[in-house]
């Protein structure tokens, strides 16, 4: 199966309490962390596929070191298709793929996309990037994206997939903190904020 999540920002201190950006309600980034894994492997498992749309983990001051990070990755479950964010630097993703490794599904822990990437959902296109994008005329293709984390785009098909996205109010079942999202979630919330925006229309 497959799932989505964007802009985790794993040992982002400066996230931690309010904010007006992103506020995360933890004493330390080591909670935040592990909240983040439980969230993740409670719902994923070795056999799936999680497209993690970019801003894996921040690195304030050299910290985390690619290693420290990757080691941090390993204990998440699955296969990992990570698109490039602006937080994601380029020498972490030339040390996961150095150290990439085959699960027992024979498929790779780890891929990795510069910009994007396109798949199929119950007769819907899924486009997955990190930055919302403005397709214009769409039929049945939605932006799954981060980026701007507590702010949602003002238009049905581009769906915020971020561990802080607004658009997560729209689930009738709440998701815990950092757990990936189902494509039937996506549908949900696309079906929602449609509707939300035409009665404010």
């Not at 997939?161 to 658009?167: F, K, R, T």
């Amino acid at each position: 199966m497959n799932y989505f999540i964007s802009d985790t920002h794993f040992y982002h201190d400066s996230l931690l309490g309010q904010n007006d950006f992103a506020p995360r309600l933890f004493d330390s980034v080591e909670e935040m962390n592990e909240k983040l894994i439980k969230s993740w492997n409670e719902r994923v498992t070795d056999h799936d596929t999680v497209y993690h749309l970019g801003d894996v983990a921040m690195r304030p001051k050299h910290y985390p070191t690619e290693k420290e990070t990757f080691d941090m990755l390993e204990r998440l479950n699955g296969h990992i298709i990570l698109i490039k964010g602006n937080h994601d630097y380029r020498s972490l993703l030339k040390y996961l793929m150095k150290n990439n490794r085959v699960l027992e599904d024979g498929g790779l822990k780890y891929q990795t996309e510069d910009v994007g990437s396109l798949l199929k959902f119950d007769h819907h296109q899924f486009y997955c990037t990190h930055y919302p994008m403005l397709l214009g005329q769409v039929d049945q293709i939605l932006n799954l994206h981060g980026h701007i984390h507590h702010y949602s785009v003002g238009i049905a098909e581009n769906i915020n997939v971020g561990v802080d996205s607004p658009e997560l109010q729209y689930l009738e079942n709440p998701v815990e903190f950092g757990t990936p999202l189902r494509g039937e979630e996506i549908l949900v919330i696309y079906d929602k904020k449609k509707q939300d925006l035409m009665k404010r229309s």
